[in-house]
């Protein structure tokens, strides 16, 4: 049994210890919200923050996250935060496809939260680079965290 902070409650997850962060969001507490993308930590679909710091859960073992806080997407998006992105992304129109999208919103709250003062675009798109998108919403993805965060000041 492994107890966590999911979203700013306390939750357990009765599952085998090797079992990914991701597939016990999305199966045993019904987020969807979280994508399967790789698999392999290598496209960002999958990010969730884990003691605030932007994770990818596809490859983090439920084992490890006894007593952290979880926050996925459903819970960013209750917060002043969440709702400026959310907001931002949709002034720039920045999803096509829109599966990445969940995971770049996490990332950008990461930005967000690490920003030393007013961000630009490349210190944007170099910060999120680890996020992938087929669909190359990076720019607007980018114009977008500036909007947020001008929007949170
Ligand atoms: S699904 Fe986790 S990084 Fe791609
Ligand atoms: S919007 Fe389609 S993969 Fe990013």
Known sequence: MVNFTLN????????????????????????????????????????????????????????SIEGKQVTTIEGLMTTEQ??????????????????????QLMAAAGVLDKAKGPLVREEVLSQMSGNLCRCGTYNYIADAVISAQKALS
Not at 14 to 40: I, N, Q, Y
Not at 83 to 103: F, I, M, P
Request: charged share 20%.
């Open 8 to 63: 700013g409650k306390s939750v357990s997850a009765d599952v085998p210890a090797d079992t990914p962060l991701l597939w016990v969001l999305r199966e045993h507490f019904e987020l969807s919200g979280t994508k399967f993308g790789c698999g392999m930590a290598q496209c960002g679909a999958c990010t969730v923050h884990i003691d605030g710091e932007p994770t990818r859960s596809c490859v983090m073992p439920i084992s």
């Open 82 to 103: 969440g709702r400026a992105l959310e907001k931002a992304w949709v002034d720039t129109q920045v999803a096509q496809c829109g599966y990445c999208q969940s995971g």
